[in-house]
Nanobody
């Protein structure tokens, strides 16, 4: 049974940092691209970052480029999202998701975590 469990969310002041973790069980990262998505209050869910199954490529939406970094550790089957220079508009529930295969796409995701809340007050 596949499980994705996010952690690391919380309340952080503007300009601060957080590191989100996504612990995966029941799958191996070298067979799945891994994505982070978020849903802000009153808005739809958006894909913000992805790392390919090879780990060789990473992708970021424009609003987080230069501030967030996705990475993974295949030894402990965990994916991370380092978030720096946080802004109030980064406030959202952050979800980890897995997609079978080598491509980074935000459609056709096979597995989802339950999310972790990040709050950046204005």
């Amino acid at each position: 049974q596949v499980q994705l469990v996010e952690s690391g969310g919380g309340l952080v002041q503007p300009g601060g940092s957080l590191r989100l973790s996504c612990a995966a069980s029941g799958l191996t990262l070298d067979r799945y691209s891994m994505a982070w998505l978020r849903q802000a209050p009153g808005k739809g869910r958006e894909g913000i970052s992805c790392i390919t199954s090879s780990g060789g490529s990473t992708f970021y939406t424009d609003s987080i480029k230069g501030r967030f970094t996705i990475s993974r550790n295949t030894a402990n089957n965990t994916v991370y999202l380092q978030m720096n220079s946080l802004k109030p508009e980064d406030t959202a529930n952050y979800y980890c998701a897995a997609r079978s295969g080598r491509l980074c796409l935000y459609d056709g995701l096979d597995y989802w975590g339950k999310g972790t809340l990040v709050t950046v007050p204005s």
